[in-house]
C-alpha cells in the first residue's frame, strides 16, 4: 500500500520541476524577445537619425553650392565648400564624384582623382533624388553609414551636370553605444529572469505548502476520529 502513494508523491515532485522550468523557459524567451525588440527599435532610431543628418549636410551643401562666385574658380569652390561642410561633429568624410564614380572633391584632398562607388549604379544614383544609404567598412575599425544621393537640378547649374554626393559618419562612438546598450540588456534581462524564476518557484513552494498543510490537517482530523471511536485497544510503540 506505501509503495503506490510514495511513487505517485515522486511523479507529482516531477511534474512539479518540469513545470517551474518551462515556466522560467517561457519567461525568459519573452523577456528576451521584448529586450530584443527594444534593442532594434533604438538601432533603427540610431539609422534613422543618421539619414536625417545626412540629409540636411546635403541640403547644406546644395545651398552652397548655388551661390557659387563669379570671381572664383569653380573646383577650389567646390572643394572648399565641402571641407567646410565636413567639418561637423562625427562626420568621417564627404565627397563629391561625377557620373562615373570619379572623385571631384573630398573632404581629404589625397583621395581627389580616384575612383568610388563604382560597387553602386552611380549613372542611376546621379539622376536621382532620391536618399540611399548603406554601411561600409572603415579603415580605422570602426563602420561608417554612408547617407548619399544625386545633387539637385538647381545645384547642378551651378557645376557638372551629373554629381553624387557621399556622407559618411563615422560610427564608433554608435558602436560603442550599442555594445555598452547591449552589456545592460543582457544583465536586465538577466536579473529579470532570475526575479521572475523567484516569483515562479516561490509561488509553487507555497502552494506545495499549502497542500502539505491540507493534508496533515486532514490525516490529523482521521486519526484522532480513529483513535476516539476504536472499540480495542491501540498500543504505539
Known sequence: KHMPEKKKRKVRFDISVWVVISAVAVLAVILGMML???????????????????????????SGLRLLPEQMEEGFYLQKLLMETAQQPDVDYLMVTDGEGH????????????????????????????????QTANPQGAGTFEVYRGLSPAARNAGKEGLIVYVGFNMAKIEKASREDALRTAVTALVLVLIGSLAIVSLFLVQAYRLARVSLSRVTVFSEALVKNMPIALLAV
Not at 571631384?104 to 544614383?125: R, W
Open 103 to 134: 572623385i571631384l572633391a573630398d573632404s581629404d584632398p589625397s583621395m581627389l582623382g580616384l575612383s568610388y562607388g563604382l560597387d553602386l549604379d552611380v549613372k542611376k544614383i546621379a539622376q536621382s533624388r532620391e536618399i540611399f544609404w548603406r
Open 36 to 62: 530584443l525588440m527594444q534593442f532594434q527599435q533604438a538601432q533603427n532610431q540610431a539609422r534613422i537619425l543618421l539619414i536625417e543628418k545626412g540629409t540636411t549636410l546635403i541640403h547644406s551643401f546644395e
